[in-house]
């Protein structure tokens, strides 16, 4: 079965920079295009990145375009997002998902906390 699981979150003061990660596993990974989400307390889930499955095209949401790269490693079944000069405003939790003939899948989730 499809699983995604997210690792990498954590505590951060503001400018300093997080990677996390997203293993899957469970269905061909390079086939399938993968997006980064994120959700703060009271606010609705957003789209941060995506990233396709060959070629590699990316698009990123603009309260984060400069300061995350969202990248991926078909050999390892994983996806990345590389976040930069972290923002109060970025905390929230971090999800990975897919989208698999028309279903979507989601990872569990890691949160992420910018503060001084």
């Known amino acids: 079965q499809v699983q995604l699981v997210e690792s990498g979150g954590g505590l951060v003061q503001p400018g300093g920079s997080l990677r996390l990660s997203c293993a899957a596993s469970g269905f061909t990974f390079s086939s399938y295009s993968m997006n980064w989400y994120r959700q703060a307390p009271g606010k609705e889930r957003e789209l941060v990145a995506t990233?396709?499955?060959?070629?590699?095209?990316?698009n990123y949401a603009d309260s984060v375009k400069g300061r995350f790269t969202i990248s991926r490693d078909n050999a390892k079944n994983t996806v990345y997002l590389q976040m930069d000069n972290l923002k109060p405003e970025d905390t929230a939790v971090y999800y990975c998902?897919?989208?698999?003939?028309?279903?979507?899948?989601w990872g569990q989730g890691t949160q992420v906390t910018v503060s001084s």
């Open positions: 990233i396709t499955g060959v070629g590699g095209w990316t």
């Open positions: 998902k897919t989208l698999i003939r028309r279903q979507d899948y």
